[in-house]
T-cell receptor
Framework: QKEVEQNSGPLSVPEGAIASLNCTYS??????FFWYRQYSGKSPELIMSIYSNGDKEDGRFTAQLNKASQYVSLLIRDSQPSDSATYLC????????FGTGTRLLVSP | DVKVTQSSRYLVKRTGEKVFLECVQD?????MFWYRQDPGLGLRLIYF???????EKGDIPEGYSVSREKKERFSLILESASTNQTSMYLC??????????????FGNGTRLTVT
């Protein structure tokens, strides 16, 4: 059984700061990792996917994967109040296993 | 853009009723999934399907069944609704990519309350 651990938060950062969200997992076989954003009352939407060790950047978002240490992180640069949401880490092969999410609060 | 449509946004049902949650996707995706989401427990997989008429149990299938008669439609059935099935239900779909991995696309969710 794969397990995905996230700190539930809330993680509070001021506007313009870097938000760092972390996720650890127990399954050494998983090859695909995803970050989803979920606004309150809405369904999750994909932000980033990462398959290889290292960093992957997309705009203000950077996903970092370290398979040896079994963690994946998401950095949000220049955080905006509109980034306030719950961020879900997920991994797996088509059938994804999700963490419980980290709530991010960005204050103006 | 992929569109995954869940037939109801909110449902209120009574204990013991048979409940149908419908999900349709318009992108010819092979794979479809039903999750439920509860505070503190995250998203948990109930059932999934890799093809028409095919179904596989997820992590919490007890009290649920599914039907996939057509590729675009995946139905979740609560045979006899109970109060502990009060939850947000999320349908998702994905294609089978070249690497076998493809992100999930979610519907808007159905918030079911069983009284």
């Amino acid at each position: 059984q794969k397990e995905v651990e996230q700190n539930s938060g809330p993680l509070s950062v001021p506007e313009g700061a870097i938000a760092s969200l972390n996720c650890t997992y127990s399954d050494r076989v998983s090859q695909s990792f995803f970050w989803y954003r979920q606004y309150s009352g809405k369904s999750p939407e994909l932000i980033m996917s990462i398959y290889s060790n290292g960093d992957k950047e997309d705009g203000r978002f950077t996903a970092q994967l370290n398979k040896a240490s079994q963690y994946v992180s998401l950095l949000i640069r220049d955080s905006q109040p509109s980034d306030s949401a719950t961020y879900l880490c997920a991994l797996g092969f088509q059938k994804l296993v999700f963490g419980t999410g980290t709530r991010l609060l960005v204050s103006p | 853009d992929v569109k995954v449509t869940q037939s109801s946004r909110y449902l209120v049902k009574r204990t013991g009723e048979k409940v149908f949650l419908e999900c349709v996707q318009d992108m010819d995706h092979e794979n479809m999934f039903w999750y439920r989401q509860d505070p503190g427990l995250g998203l948990r997989l109930i059932y999934f399907s890799y093809d028409v008429k095919m179904k596989e149990k997820g992590d919490i299938p007890e009290g649920y069944s599914v039907s996939r008669e057509k590729k675009e439609r995946f139905s979740l059935i609560l045979e006899s609704a109970s109060t502990n099935q009060t939850s947000m239900y999320l349908c998702a779909s994905t294609r089978t990519g070249e690497s076998g991995d493809s992100p999930l696309h979610f519907g808007n969710g159905t918030r079911l309350t069983v009284t």
